[in-house]
């Protein structure tokens, strides 16, 4: 008793530590692979494949199948059984046929109170159809008007820090205060994302402030050798 109870310990272990049995195949609640890395490509490679076969060109396969089917090719009766009639059925029990009767008829009963949440609720196309027209509504309010509006603050804040640079008349730059964008201003609570975006925006716009002035340099060096 107690070395079966080590091998099986022992075996339960070693599909805890790898996923499968002892015999090597997947054991129940394995995680399996990390799927198909090429996914994308695939599905890219299947889309012109699509778009490159017409019906016609379908109808001339088939027929071609068919003709070697009616010759008695197997294989290509079989490819054409599979596909028009569907993989054959397993074999019914008929000691089971009074219970597979009897489950058909648990599945075909359903609870009254799932009636009631259908009844309450709205079909999915019809959810469909107005996630689609109220989305883009949403983002352009929670997401596109700040972020313009934001955008548009630092265009005002980079163009009166350039103008604060340049000289006055009278010697003197002065210095001039320049609101910083606030939660509560004029475009209501920001979401919680928006100062994430900022930052994204500002870094984005210090970057290419960044590239203009080495180009710039660039150029007036190659001005100068000339």
Known sequence: MSAAASVNGSNAKQEQKNGRDASGRFAPGNPGGPGNPYARKVAELRKEMVNFVSVDDLKHVVFAIKMKAERGDVAAARLLFQYVLGKPLPATDPDRLDVDEWQKLQEQARPPRE???????????????????????KVEKNF??????GIKVLDELDAQRAKDQRPSGNGENGHVHVPEPTANGSNGTLPEWWDEAMREVVAERRREERERRRKAKKRRKQAARR
Do not use: K
Request: aromatic letters at 4%; charged letters at 15%; hydrophobic letters at 50%.
């Open 115 to 137: 009636m009631s949440e259908v009844m309450n609720g709205v079909p999915a196309q019809v959810a469909s159809d107005v996630t689609r027209i109220a989305w883009p509504c």
């Open 144 to 149: 596109a008007e700040p972020l313009r509006a």
